[in-house]
């Protein structure tokens, strides 16, 4: 059987973070896993390249369009070959025979009365590459995905025919498993309920893209980056040219964010009927990592670098952590002390602590060789028939795209096994001459070590190889068919000694790096009285609290400025009561800029002050107008 997989192409408009790493592993760990199970995938990932924001970033570093998005899109690829993902094929936007394909679809497209010309007026997103018509904007002016100004543009376009396909949608939404998690289908469904508008596909205030095929006094008109985007999940198999890979097609599962889901799920669908293609399978939906819940941004300083992480605590360490920490579809929290403590409890405690006393018994009571007759695991059997019970639950999770919940349920059998050792205690076993006893028990533990690693390597490949390699196992599908599809046993084992497989982290390590960085950001961070005044801080009241859904962290705050209402959202829900907040003066860091929360618009920061225990707002000490500036 065949499988594609996709990530996202990604926009080359800065290095990417810890939230292109996330979908890039979930890809990974799909086709790993379902190579294990003998399936022949095609995984796909890449950079989108053109567009009027690549075009005026490239400018603000005084390049030219090509040469500033190779550098980018070679620091994507990098990052992939350090994590050693196990891609096919890595697209560029800017390649010649993707570019053929896009021109062929939009001639297609044409030939079929699904676009026509005009002329578009309304907001534009620069940086979201974006239109919104004026039902979907929330504050005038402002983007409603990412809280920037928008642009009002009016110029000729070409329309892709959107509306028409608006039942069609709605009917293939309806029939069809194609959404991971449910929830955002619903989304989806409420949104194409509302009414499709027909989609401008064109753009004339720009060069940077990839120009329509069409009459001479039409060439400056570039293509959409979305339609040209999109379409490279099938001009990398080859679509519009010899199409030797379009047979992978059939059985596409694809990895978004949440952020790009309207594109991925209305436009893109749309554009393969209209073409007459097949639709995807499955489109897996990820939520964002946050830090300390806020979206992670260049300009607020937070956003996180993979590679550090991984430098620090391990590639496969960081892969277990973000597949196991949130549940699929959800936001989470990042932090290095929640890494720290995975490490150390469920890999070095659970995993490790169970490879290590194996291995330390097998040594220590028979050399490291390991031999019995079959009969000998009878008297596990109750311990087997549980083990076998969760290994073949497995696949469930990952049907469902719930890796959490996978590895939650593969640690019960490392939980398991050393209970067992605990149970049994091999040692006394020895001291009563029950040797035959206690080499049964390992060989029980062994094979639960080669299933349990076997399981493992979608998420943990490098330490999972590590682990098989003791018992010299390979992580192939035959093996993987042998030890857990078959539910078989090797009886004959001759083991090779291994170090810590994961050592523990001591968090002095990470207190110790934080001081350190403390210290740096304290030396590059003094500013003078001219950065002091960029900074507009105000007193407002409070008028409404309330919190915000899906978070324990956040509030949603009316403030009133005196000639100026505003919304804020703080991470303050933890330490105040929305009803205690009412009437309290405080201070607000006014001219920052707006940007969206868990669905919610936030302009401007309440100053507070944390110690080691608490959160406490700045307030004046007496009662002082709406609107005061802090000076």
């Not at 044409?110 to 039902?135: L, M, N, R, W």
């Not at 006094?217 to 379409?231: E, G, Q, R």
């Not at 995975?342 to 050399?367: H, V």
């Not at 001591?506 to 009285?529: A, Y």
Request: proline share 3%; hydrophobic share 40%.
């Amino acid at each position: 059987m065949k499988s594609f997989i996709t990530t996202p192409i990604y926009y080359v408009n800065d290095i990417p973070h810890i939230g292109h790493a996330y979908t890039t592993l979930l890809a990974d760990m799909l086709k790993r896993y379902q190579k294990l199970k003998g399936m022949e995938v095609f995984m796909l990932t890449g950079t989108d390249e053109h567009g009027q924001k690549i075009e005026q970033s490239a400018k603000n570093k005084n390049q030219s369009p090509q040469d500033y998005v190779d550098s980018i899109s070679l620091k994507f690829k990098d990052l992939w070959t350090y994590f050693n993902i196990d891609y096919d094929r890595f697209i560029r936007t800017t390649e010649i025979k993707h570019k053929m394909s896009v021109q062929k679809a939009f001639e297609k497209m044409q030939a079929v009365g699904d676009i026509y010309k005009g002329e578009y007026e309304g907001h534009y997103c620069i940086s979201c590459e974006s239109y919104f018509t004026p039902s979907q904007i929330q504050i005038q002016g402002k983007c409603p995905d990412c809280g920037r100004e928008m642009q009002i543009i009016k110029e000729e376009s070409y329309f892709f025919a959107l509306s028409k396909y608006q039942d069609r949608l709605l009917e293939w939404l309806n029939n069809n498993d194609c959404i991971y998690p449910a929830f955002r289908k619903k989304e989806v469904i409420n949104f194409i309920e509302n009414g499709l508008s027909d989609l401008s596909i064109t753009r004339t205030s720009f060069e940077w893209g990839i120009p329509i095929p069409t009459q001479e006094k039409d060439s400056f008109h570039v293509i959409y980056v979305w339609l040209d985007a999109l379409l490279n999940y099938i001009s990398a198999l080859g679509w519009g040219d010899n199409e030797n890979n379009m047979e992978f097609w059939g059985e596409a599962h694809q990895f978004i964010g949440k952020d790009i889901l309207r594109f991925h799920a209305i436009y893109w669908p749309a554009f393969l009927m209209s073409l007459g293609l097949e639709l995807p399978k499955r489109l897996y939906v990820h939520g964002w990592w946050l830090i300390e819940g806020i979206k992670m941004s260049k300009s607020l300083g937070n956003v996180i670098n993979p590679k550090e992480i991984a430098e620090s605590f391990g590639k496969d360490c960081l892969r277990y952590f973000l597949m196991r920490e949130v549940s699929f579809g959800q936001d989470g929290d990042f932090s290095k002390l929640a890494l720290i403590n995975r490490i150390n409890s469920d890999l070095a405690n659970e995993l490790g602590n169970l490879l290590s006393r194996t291995l330390g018994m097998a040594e220590k009571y028979f050399t490291l060789k390991l031999n019995i007759n079959e009969q000998s695991l009878n008297e596990f059997s109750q311990e087997n028939t549980e083990f076998n019970k969760i290994l073949s639950s497995l696949d469930e999770w990952i049907d469902k795209m719930q890796p959490s919940r996978y590895l939650e349920e593969l640690w019960k059998v490392f939980g398991l096994a050393n209970m067992m050792v605990a149970r049994y205690e091999p040692w006394v076993l020895m001291k009563n001459g029950q040797s035959e006893r206690v080499q049964s028990l390992l060989v029980l533990l062994c094979n639960i070590l080669i299933k349990g690693a076997l399981a493992l390597y979608p998420i943990m490949p490098e330490k999972s190889a590590e682990i098989l390699d003791v018992f010299s196992i390979k992580p192939e599908s035959n093996m993987y068919d042998f030890f857990i599809t078959q539910n078989k046993f090797i009886l004959n084992l001759e083991l090779k000694k291994i170090g810590a497989i994961f050592p523990k982290v001591e968090i002095e390590i990470l207190q110790e790096e934080q001081k350190q960085e403390s210290n740096l950001k304290q030396q590059d961070q003094l500013i003078d009285i001219a950065d002091f005044k960029k900074l507009d801080i105000r007193i407002a009241t409070i008028l409404e609290a309330e919190y915000v859904s899906k978070s324990n962290k956040l509030l949603k705050l009316k403030l009133d400025f005196g000639m100026y209402q505003r919304q804020v959202i703080s991470g303050i829900a933890q330490h105040y009561l929305p009803d205690s907040l009412i009437g309290k003066q405080v201070c607000v860091l006014f001219n920052l800029k707006p940007v969206k929360l868990m669905g919610e618009m936030s302009e401007g920061m309440i100053l507070t002050a944390k110690d080691k225990d608490s959160l406490r707002l700045i307030m004046p000490e007496m009662p002082v107008q709406n609107g005061s500036v802090i000076s």
